[in-house]
T-cell receptor, first 113, second 110 residues
Framework: DGGITQSPKYLFRKEGQNVTLSCEQNLNHDAMYWYRQDPGQGLRLIYYSQIVNDFQKGDIAEGYSVSREKKESFPLTVTSAQKNPTAFYLC????????????FGPGTRLLVL | DAKTTQPTSMDCAEGRAANLPCNHSTISGNEYVYWYRQIHSQGPQYIIHGLKNNETNEMASLIITEDRKSSTLILPHATLRDTAVYYCIVRSLLNTPLVFGKGTRLSVIA
């Protein structure tokens, strides 16, 4: 059953703590993306990667970090430098030549305690 | 990429066609129009895209005006499960990422 999985569905972070959100895909897609969504707003791009071991900053990369060691995986770390991390985080993937056609995971909702 | 303008919200009766408009008056010749939708608390779902010809797939139809300054997404027989936020996005093929606005909140009413 092909698709994108994100875990966990809900994540709680204490002040000053780093947390890592998981994103895995078995669609054999080269490109992967992380978006942030705040209530009532559209999606904003955090980071994207078009190939293994390479990634680019999106519009709101400050306070976040990523790695792309495997084609299937693109974890996102929300660092303590991100002062307002409470949001809905969405991971997506696409063929490298079809960036406009992205497949999204179910999302992770991050809450700060 | 060109900016898009969509109504904030729309209602549609179940079983009727839902016509969602999008203005993109500054679109350039190499920019495509993409439509996505997002059901509450889920990830967005790709619906359809087009350049200048009308497009149809199993989910919807996309009508682009001849001057390409606006488009309409048509859901021919809306159901309650079509209630979602619909995003119209304009992008070129030059590897530019998608830019999501606030979209149109479509409510399908029984």
């Amino acid at each position: 059953d092909g698709g994108i999985t994100q875990s966990p569905k809900y994540l709680f972070r204490k002040e000053g703590q780093n947390v890592t959100l998981s994103c895995e895909q078995n669609l054999n897609h080269d490109a992967m993306y992380w978006y942030r969504q705040d209530p009532g707003q559209g999606l904003r791009l955090i980071y994207y990667s078009q190939i293994v071991n390479d990634f680019q900053k999106g519009d709101i990369a400050e306070g976040y970090s990523v790695s792309r060691e495997k084609k299937e995986s693109f974890p996102l770390t929300v660092t303590s430098a991100q002062k307002n991390p409470t949001a809905f985080y969405l991971c997506a993937s696409s063929m490298r030549r079809e960036i406009g056609t992205q497949y999204f995971g179910p999302g992770t909702r991050l809450l700060v305690l | 990429d060109a900016k898009t303008t969509q109504p904030t919200s729309m209602d549609c009766a179940e079983g009727r066609a839902a016509n969602l408009p999008c203005n993109h008056s500054t679109i350039s010749g190499n920019e495509y129009v993409y439509w996505y939708r997002q059901i509450h608390s889920q990830g967005p779902q790709y619906i359809i895209h087009g350049l200048k010809n009308n497009e149809t797939n199993e989910m919807a139809s996309l009508i682009i005006t001849e001057d390409r300054k606006s488009s309409t997404l048509i859901l021919p027989h809306a159901t309650l499960r079509d209630t979602a936020v619909y995003y119209c996005i304009v992008r070129s093929l030059l590897n530019t990422p998608l830019v999501f606005g606030k979209g149109t909140r479509l409510s399908v009413i029984a």
